[in-house]
T-cell receptor
Framework: QKEVEQNSGPLSVPEGAIASLNCTYS??????FFWYRQYSGKSPELIMF????GDKEDGRFTAQLNKASQYVSLLIRDSQPSDSATYLC??????????FGKGTTLSVSS | DTAVSQTPKYLVTQMGNDKSIKCEQN?????MYWYKQDSKKFLKIMFS???????INETVPNRFSPKSPDKAHLNLHINSLELGDSAVYFC?????????????FGPGTRLTVL
């Protein structure tokens, strides 16, 4: 059974702080790793994807991947109240659909 | 211009009824998906079609039947609805089957079975 694990939270951070979201996955054959953000009552939207070990930065977001440890994380710098949402980690192999974690709820207080 | 659209947005129905949800994408993608998000917000794949061909069929009751009349459309028909079918159903699409392709999600259809 392929699994993706995330802490459900809520993760609470003050405005301007760094939010760190973590995810582990069970299938070593996983090739690509995605972070989706989902606001309440809305559909998931892609923030970042990564498929090589190391860091990938895009604006205030940094995704980190460690395939040996089967671990992927998302850092959000200078967190804003508008970042408050559920963050979904997802993994996939070639030709398969996304396997999602249950999501981490982030709350950024102003 | 809506990339992935679903109709209806809300669906309230009685147990035992049959209902359909429609999905259309105007992105020119080859692959489409149906996901189910339960009350605990867990998002799980149900089906995937690539160029009208079924390629993923997870352990889903056979009361659920997807149909893809062309690669821009993927519909979901549900027979004999049960209380446990209440959830939000998301349609998604991606350019190809390869693993690194972003999936674009529709707005979701909230199904409530009474």
């Amino acid at each position: 059974q392929k699994e993706v694990e995330q802490n459900s939270g809520p993760l609470s951070v003050p405005e301007g702080a760094i939010a760190s979201l973590n995810c582990t996955y069970s299938d070593r054959g996983s090739q690509s790793f995605f972070w989706y953000r989902q606001y309440s009552g809305k559909s998931p939207e892609l923030i970042m994807f990564i498929y090589s070990n190391g860091d990938k930065e895009d604006g205030r977001f940094t995704a980190q991947l460690n395939k040996a440890s089967q671990y992927v994380s998302l850092l959000i710098r200078d967190s804003q109240p508008s970042d408050s949402a559920t963050y979904l980690c997802a993994v996939t192999q070639a030709g398969t659909a996304l396997i999602f974690g249950k999501g981490t709820t982030l709350s950024v207080s102003s | 211009d809506t990339a992935v659209s679903q109709t209806p947005k809300y669906l309230v129905t009685q147990m035992g009824n049959d209902k359909s949800i429609k999905c259309e994408q105007n992105l020119g993608h080859d692959t489409m998906y149906w996901y189910k998000q339960d009350s605990k917000k867990f998002l799980k794949i149900m089906f995937s079609y690539n160029n009208k061909e079924l390629i993923i069929n997870e352990t889903v009751p056979n009361r659920f039947s997807p149909k893809s009349p062309d690669k821009a459309h993927l519909n979901l028909h549900i027979n004999s609805l049960e209380l446990g079918d209440s959830a939000v159903y998301f349609c998604a699409s991606s350019r190809e089957r390869v693993s690194y392709n972003e999936q674009f999600f529709g707005p979701g259809t909230r199904l409530t079975v009474l």
